[in-house]
T-cell receptor, first 115, second 119 residues
């Protein structure tokens, strides 16, 4: 069974631009969550999507948004990029919603660098 | 909001030794789940072990076991017969068990422990 696939692996942008990251969950998984990992703040929850609906959102500004498609694939968008958005963005999928206790399976992440 | 604390930023042991990584957490919830994940230099986050708070029995997965002390809010990971491939960042993580009212707020991670297995 294929794992969680994130594209692209690396991305370089400049301040003020916007970016879209993609995540394909494990087949049959309907929940997709996004996390930001930085050396200073560690791993922080961005949001969770289930059945094309955002269920939860972490403490991030509105510049961070996402969506989920009917095939459970998810995209995350960051607008008006800032230097502080440089991070590893991790996507995780699970069969059911967060709170059901099922482990989340992570992708390899997208390394976003802002110049 | 819940917090997860890993007090050991880095640990180093010899191959074949046993090592214990510490984790404490704080929550007002009664139903929750705890996880240990490892992140090797390849950066993929890999699930090591999972514990349900309502189960008193400590979870075990081959060489990996936990010591779950609910009253003390402690969740340590023991790695037996450590191997070179165990070298990685280890993260302790908490997830609430709420399914309604907005659901859980994602995994809350500790800052991690960098474990180095020396040959």
């Amino acid at each position: 069974k294929a794992g969680v696939t994130q594209t692209p692996r690396y991305l370089i942008k400049t301040r003020g631009q916007q970016v879209t990251l993609s995540c394909s969950p494990i087949s049959g998984h309907r929940s997709v969550s996004w996390y930001q990992q930085t050396p200073g703040q560690g791993l922080q929850f961005l949001f969770e999507y289930f059945s094309e609906t955002q269920r939860n959102k972490g403490n991030f500004p509105g510049r961070f948004s996402g969506r989920q498609f009917s095939n459970s694939r998810s995209e995350m968008n960051v607008s008006t990029l800032e230097l502080g958005d440089s991070a590893l963005y991790l996507c995780a999928s699970s069969p059911g919603v967060q709170g059901a206790g099922q482990p989340q399976h992570f992708g390899d992440g997208t390394r976003l660098s802002i110049l | 909001a819940q917090t997860v604390t890993q007090s050991q930023p880095e640990m180093s042991v010899q191959e074949a030794e046993t090592v214990t990584l510490s984790c404490t957490y704080d929550t007002s919830e009664n139903n929750y789940y705890l996880f240990w994940y490892k992140q090797p230099p390849s950066r993929q986050m890999i699930l090591v072990i999972r514990q349900e708070a309502y189960k008193q029995q400590n979870a075990t997965e081959n060489r990996f076991s936990v010591n779950f002390q609910k009253a003390a809010k402690s969740f340590s990971l023991k790695i037996s017969d450590s191997q070179l491939g165990d070298t990685a960042m280890y993260f302790c993580a908490f997830m609430g068990g709420r399914l309604v009212g907005g659901g859980a707020d994602g995994l809350t991670f500790g800052k991690g422990t960098h474990l180095i297995i020396q040959p």
